[in-house]
């Protein structure tokens, strides 16, 4: 029995890949009695948990092209959140769906996060393009590697503070120029009634711009922003004023992905009271917020679930092709490991290294069958 287990933790630690194992407890059995059998499980799901959560950090990272977690504390986070429709459209999604996977999960095929939504926030333009440090908005940067070809939709959205009486506001969206170049050109121009007393967010298509930026990067050096009322008063939020926060101008742009096979797949499902030996799925919920990652914006907990138990013989003529496998090349294999069979991905709402809220896929963080192989 003792060297069953030692085999099965051999085999969780190749099914998890590289895990850096300097801040993992380890835990050295002193006895096998048989009366200690069913503590020594316990103790043995539980590292088996903790090992699973190590690998988990190490590849969200790693699928996100990180180093190390984005430094962005709670507080930074509530002031770069947008207070914006697009934003509470995700969120409402997560309260929906909750923590639970649902069936029929799309198989994917890529090693790294796919990228389905961009919010990127207004930073200040180069003063090339200011005159007597003016506009202090807007510039929006975008990675080069997006495909303008793949861009579904880009929207400026920007908030309107609340108008005095009923009025028409014109909202001007302004190509920023150096000075040197003439006056600024704009893009776009759009009529809204608005009533007195009330503020709201207004969106506009800026595919057109965005795809003539990705592929003529020089050509962006930011927009200007104003929306006038009758009286002339720019009632466009723009600057990061005291009461102010979230309502910065962003850019939402849609990032279509290639379609993916959906595949419904079923196992042997065991709870953390079952007596099952045989490789089995646990439960394992992984909570973002203990590990310290506020720049997770959602989910705030997802569930992983993890594979552990044992393979033995028998149970391989549940699975013919890995034991014809194992038997045409017997060399250096220690036997069948319960290892995942089919996993999924999670959709999560982050914050990356730039501040840029990031909506995208990342591959095969949920275990959804376990199997001996």
Wanted: proline share 7%.
């Amino acid at each position: 029995m003792h060297f069953a287990r030692l085999l099965i933790s051999v085999c969780f630690v190749i099914a998890l890949g590289p895990v850096g194992y300097g801040d993992i407890t380890t835990h050295h059995q002193t006895s096998v009695a048989t009366e200690d059998s069913e503590c020594s499980s316990c103790e043995f799901r539980q590292q088996s948990k903790l090992m699973r959560l190590h690998a988990i950090k190490s590849q969200i990272l790693s699928k996100l092209r990180l180093k190390q977690a984005p430094n962005i504390s709670r507080d930074v986070v509530k002031q770069l959140l947008p207070k914006a429709p697009p934003l509470q459209q995700l969120l409402d999604q997560y309260d929906v769906l909750g923590d639970d996977n649902r069936d029929g999960v799309m198989e994917d095929d890529d090693d790294h996060a796919t990228t389905e939504t961009i919010m990127t926030m207004a930073t200040e333009p180069d003063p090339i393009v200011q005159v007597d440090r003016k506009p202090k908005c807007c510039f929006f940067s975008f990675s080069p590697k997006i495909q303008p070809i793949r861009i579904v939709k880009a929207q400026l959205w920007v908030h309107l503070r609340p108008a005095d009486e009923d009025t028409t506001v014109f909202l001007q969206i302004s190509r920023l120029m150096p000075v040197t170049d003439g006056n600024r050109h704009r893009i776009r121009s759009l009529k809204i009634d608005v009533k007195a007393g009330t503020k709201s967010w207004q969106s506009i298509d800026v595919k057109q711009v965005l795809t003539v930026w990705l592929k003529q990067p020089e050509t962006n050096r930011g927009i200007e922003i104003n929306a006038y009322d009758a009286k002339g008063t720019d009632l466009a939020v723009t600057s990061s004023e005291p009461g102010d926060e979230g309502l910065q101008p962003f850019m939402e742009v849609k990032i279509s992905e290639s379609p993916k096979r959906s595949r419904r797949d079923s196992g042997l499902d065991c709870d953390e009271n079952s007596p099952e030996s045989r490789c089995c799925r646990f439960p394992l919920t992984v909570d973002f917020e203990d590990f310290g990652w506020d720049w997770i914006i959602a989910p705030k907990r997802y569930k992983a679930n993890y594979c552990l138990g044992e393979c033995e013989y028998m149970h391989l003529q549940k699975y013919p092709h890995t034991h014809l496998v194992n038997k045409a090349n017997p060399r250096g294999t220690a036997g069948p490991c319960c290892t995942p069979t089919k996993m999924s991905p999670i959709n999560m709402l982050y914050f990356n290294r730039k501040e840029q809220i990031i909506y995208g896929k990342i591959p095969s963080m949920v275990v959804d069958r376990c199997g001996c192989s």
